[in-house]
């Protein structure tokens, strides 16, 4: 069974950066294309960055130029480095295995000052 585990949310002033994991397990992680959503209390979850097996990359326009999202097969975990974080960057940070369609748990990222 597929279990995705996502962590490194917590509170950051604006301006400031924080870098999330999600670790994989039970999956043949290379072959996944992987992405990050993020859910704000009260609006739908929305797409922010995917990374495929060959690792091409794709970003939602609110986050490109801020957000760099990375793979490491051997360590079966997908990143997503955010810098320059505003408040409209506040939501949970959910992973999502593309292919299998299992979500984590989710993580929360809070920016305020």
């Known amino acids: 069974q597929v279990q995705l585990v996502e962590s490194g949310g917590g509170l950051v002033q604006p301006g400031g950066s924080l870098r999330l994991s999600c670790a994989a397990s039970?999956?043949?992680?290379?072959?996944?294309?992987m992405g990050w959503y993020r859910q704000a209390p009260g609006k739908q979850r929305e797409l922010v960055a995917v990374?495929?097996?060959?690792?091409?990359?794709n970003y939602a326009d609110s986050v490109k130029g801020r957000f760099t999202i990375s793979r490491d097969n051997a360590k079966k975990t997908v990143y997503l480095q955010m810098n320059s974080l505003k408040p409209e960057d506040t939501a949970v940070y959910y992973c999502?295995?593309?292919?299998?369609?299992?979500w984590g748990q989710g993580t929360q990222v809070t920016v305020s000052s």
């Open positions: 999502n295995d593309r292919r299998l369609g299992t």
């Open positions: 039970g999956s043949i992680f290379s072959a996944n294309a």
């Open positions: 990374i495929s097996s060959s690792r091409s990359t």
